[in-house]
Structures are given as C-alpha cells and as structure tokens.
C-alpha cells in the first residue's frame, strides 16, 4: 500500500472515530454481492474530555511528523540553500501548539471551552482531525516532487491551515460569547487573544 493510500485511510479512520464511530468489519453480502456495511450505533456526542483526548493523540502524530522533518530534511546537491522542511517546520509547531492548546486547560484554571455544545465540539473535532494527516501529505508530495520533477509546490501548505480556520472560527464565537454572557467561566482573555494570533 502505497504511503498516499495509508494516508487516506488513516484521514478516514480519524474522521470517523473523530464523529464518534467505531470499525465496522465489512461483511459480504453473499452471492456476488460486494461488502456490505454492519449499521452503526448513533454516538453520544461528545465532550470536552473527548476533545482534549483526541487533540492529544493529533499532537503526538504531529510531534512526530516534526521528528521527520527535523531528522531527514530534504536537501539538493546542487542548491546550497535549498531546505524547504526546515520552511516547513514553523508551520509543524505552530499547528502542534493549536492542538496542544485544545488538548488541556492552561494555568491550571477551567478549559476555555468548557460548556461549549456537543454540536461546536463535534465540529472542532471533525475539522482538526484532518491537520496531522495534510501535513503528512504535504511532507510527502514535498519529497515526491522533488524526485520526480525538482521542484516543489509551496501553496499546498495553504491546505493545512485552511483545515484549522473552522475550528479557529467555532473557538472564536464561543469566546465571544462568553464575553457577552456573565459566564462564571470567565471570558478568558489571553485564551482569546493567543487565538487572534
């Protein structure tokens, strides 16, 4: 299986475990019929604990990816200043600290997003789950094109932080509205502003 394949698959398995699915075996359908799939149980939606779980286990395939990049940078013989991971890497850290932040509360006071609805969370999960998986693409595209054609297509980095301004926006209106409300979560200014950056 090619490693595009792999990627694929596992952006599809974070995408459905993310909307609260389980692995559904294929079962045939007999008779020349292809696999069939088992129907699944409508999820609990989910909450801040399962956002902060999956955050978690995106910033350890994250910090890997940055391991990847720091430890086998893509380099040309005939370009002395030709190092576009290490160009990469700010991006890497940057959406390893957007995960990070997610992942726990800071300063040892309530999570920011605590009593956001099921339905915000949900979306921030679904939207973020994608972000190890972009990265590692792009990482992989970088070398292939590299290979095949000495060149590199940069703008798919956009790809990557494209898929994080939905949460960013869903985060965004939360906080406003905790500003707006006498939330006893209090409106969590250096939450906020750390977003606006």
């Known amino acids: 299986m090619s490693i595009e394949n792999r990627i694929q698959l596992q952006e599809q398995d974070m995408v459905r475990r993310a909307q609260g699915g389980r692995s559904t075996p294929a079962v045939t359908g007999g008779h020349g019929v292809g696999p069939m799939r088992r129907a699944r149980q409508p999820a609990e939606p989910p909450d801040l604990r399962v956002l902060e779980d999956k955050c978690q286990v995106m910033v350890h395939r994250v910090d890997g990816l940055l391991q990847y990049a720091i430890e086998h940078p893509l380099t040309d013989a005939t370009k002395i200043d030709f190092h576009p991971f290490q160009d990469v890497i700010p991006v890497i850290k940057l959406t390893r600290v957007f995960l990070n932040k997610l992942s726990r509360p800071t300063n040892n006071g309530p999570h920011p997003l605590s009593g956001m609805s099921p339905d915000d969370l949900s979306k921030i999960i679904r939207s973020t789950v994608r972000a190890p ?65």
């Open 133 to 197: 998986g972009k990265l590692e693409k792009f990482l992989h595209r970088m070398e292939t094109d590299h290979a095949s054609t000495g060149g590199i297509d940069t703008e798919k980095v956009f790809d990557i932080l494209d898929c994080l301004q939905r949460p960013i926006k869903i985060i965004k209106f939360h906080l406003s509205q905790l500003e707006h409300s006498d939330s006893p979560q209090g409106s969590h200014p250096k939450y906020r502003e750390w977003m606006r950056v």
